[in-house]
């Protein structure tokens, strides 16, 4: 497809086949041909731009598309080929500018096109997925240009929001509400792509409102590329939430859906759930870990399972840089109580063992013990004060029941018959971990 007009002449073919026998596959090929990415399109643009260096296809007329009965495109691919054009030109703001308008005509088709016109939803994907992509590298090339907050992502978002995602979610919208959730999943690659979760709680609220089991067009029913999307970032928002049962539960769906030979959508995924699981008490197996190449946890998890403070914090002091990027850090450092906890339980148990049968009150743990214990772990500034207010925290956040008597200098522990250690240290996911500071 060298010749511009070859371009015109396929986009119109396909276009009238879409009210043909097969829309589906006339319409992937609209679809394709509206791609920004499309090398053959860009040549075509290529070409006619050294034909005509002054080229403007807002004033040319494209008779093959205006005088059919498709005329309603004619605006639309007059602002995708100026797009086109800009973007070969390298004038990457104005070719944000153009696709943002051709999305505009093509919001207008989508509204007029029949309820039942699923068919249109494709080309829907790749409209709105042309503005972003144009506002990303508008965005990049002023920062090059000195620009420190170019603003065209963060404009995109809005008017998507705004516009696209509540059209796609209009009442009545019929099949054509399949648009919806590929539109959710765009925004939230924007928002958190921007650092800027603020419309992620609106965006939930319509998907969970609009496309509930009793819809028309319920969640289930949507391709399961887009459901496992979804989930995945639902669970990334609920652990920025600090909703950390509900990011179980979605990134646990996002996981167990994911297309099995997806590797690195499975391990991208996991590289959240683990951490959350870890947090809720779930400590992955080393055949998961295995499997999916995760031993960036192994140390971690020993660490957890041992009540090893010396070792997490060192593992966490020596990988900063690696969970920061990958935006775990902070969820990793919610640990350091599980592994607090974990050495108290392991220094009770020790006590409890070393009592001699008929001991009055052996769930009268001595707190000297813990400090000991927390020196010993190279928590030097941990004397019987510091491990008191460690002890107090862990009874504050319900991850160890009882309290601690000060005039004798020991934590009174629950226990329930000669329950002392099951009673004492309930499973950890009973516990509000949504409460624990950094």
């Known amino acids: 497809m060298a010749e511009f007009a070859q371009y015109v002449n396929a986009f119109a073919a396909a276009l009238a086949g879409c009210n043909g026998r097969d829309?589906?596959?006339?319409?992937?090929?609209?679809?394709?041909?509206?791609?920004?990415?499309?090398?053959?399109?860009?040549?075509?643009?290529e070409q006619k731009l050294i034909a005509q260096p002054r080229w403007n296809p807002i004033h040319?007329?494209?008779?093959?598309?205006?005088?059919?009965?498709?005329?309603?495109?004619?605006?639309?691919?007059?602002?995708?080929?100026?797009?086109?054009?800009?973007?070969?030109?390298?004038?990457?703001?104005?070719?944000?500018?153009?696709?943002?308008?051709?999305?505009?005509?093509?919001?207008?088709?989508?509204?007029?096109?029949?309820?039942?016109?699923?068919?249109i939803v494709p080309i829907?994907?790749?409209?709105?997925?042309?503005?972003?992509?144009?506002?990303?590298?508008?965005d990049h090339t002023l920062r090059q240009n000195g620009n420190a907050a170019p603003g065209k992502l963060s404009a995109a978002a809005t008017y998507l929001q705004s516009s696209i995602f509540s059209e796609t979610l209009r009442k009545g919208g019929g099949q054509k509400?399949?648009?919806?959730?590929?539109?959710?999943?765009t925004l939230f690659r924007v928002t958190f792509r921007l650092k800027n979760l603020r419309l992620a709680d609106s965006i939930m609220k319509g998907v969970s409102h609009n496309l509930?089991?009793?819809?028309?067009?319920?969640?289930?029913?949507?391709?399961?590329?887009?459901?496992?999307?979804?989930k995945f970032f639902e669970g990334r928002i609920a652990i920025f939430n600090e909703l950390y049962s509900v990011a179980a539960e979605a990134l646990t769906y996002a996981c167990n859906?994911?297309?099995?030979?997806?590797?690195?959508?499975k391990t991208q995924i996991l590289q959240f759930l683990i951490p959350v699981q870890m947090l809720l008490g779930k400590l992955p197996s080393a055949a998961i870990r295995q499997k999916h190449n995760m031993h960036m946890?192994?140390?971690?998890?020993q660490a957890v399972r041992a009540g090893d403070v010396k070792t997490f914090q060192q593992e966490m002091d020596s990988n900063m840089h690696t969970f920061c990027v990958q935006g775990t850090f902070f969820l990793l450092e919610k640990l350091k109580l599980t592994v607090l906890r974990r050495l108290l339980m392991r220094c009770c148990i020790l006590h409890l063992e070393s009592c001699p049968p008929g001991t009055p009150n052996p769930h009268h743990f001595p707190l000297d013990n813990f400090a000991h214990a927390l020196q010993w772990q190279g928590q030097m500034d941990s004397d019987f004060e510091g491990s008191t207010l460690t002890v107090a925290?862990?009874?504050?956040?319900?991850?160890?029941?009882?309290?601690?008597?000060?005039?004798?200098?020991?934590?009174?522990?629950?226990?329930?018959?000669?329950?002392?250690?099951?009673?004492?240290?309930?499973p950890l996911d009973t516990v509000d971990v949504s409460k624990i500071g950094v």
């Open 23 to 45: 829309p589906f596959s006339s319409a992937r090929t609209v679809a394709a041909l509206l791609q920004t990415g499309s090398r053959e399109v860009r040549a075509a643009v």
């Open 212 to 230: 509930s089991p009793e819809s028309v067009t319920p969640f289930s029913n949507f391709p399961m590329s887009q459901q496992v999307t979804y």
């Open 177 to 185: 509400r399949y648009a919806a959730l590929e539109v959710a999943n």
């Open 60 to 119: 040319d007329q494209y008779r093959q598309i205006a005088n059919s009965q498709f005329a309603n495109w004619h605006a639309l691919f007059q602002y995708h080929a100026l797009c086109m054009s800009n973007l070969v030109q390298n004038k990457h703001s104005d070719a944000y500018e153009a696709s943002r308008a051709a999305l505009g005509q093509f919001s207008t088709i989508f509204s007029d096109a029949p309820d039942n016109a699923r068919w």
């Open 257 to 265: 859906h994911c297309y099995k030979d997806a590797l690195q959508q």
């Open 393 to 426: 925290n862990l009874i504050h956040l319900k991850y160890v029941k009882g309290y601690i008597s000060q005039a004798h200098r020991k934590l009174v522990l629950y226990r329930k018959a000669d329950k002392i250690i099951e009673m004492a240290f309930p």
């Open 297 to 301: 946890y192994d140390t971690i998890i």
């Open 124 to 138: 829907h994907h790749v409209v709105v997925h042309n503005m972003v992509a144009m506002a990303t590298q508008a």
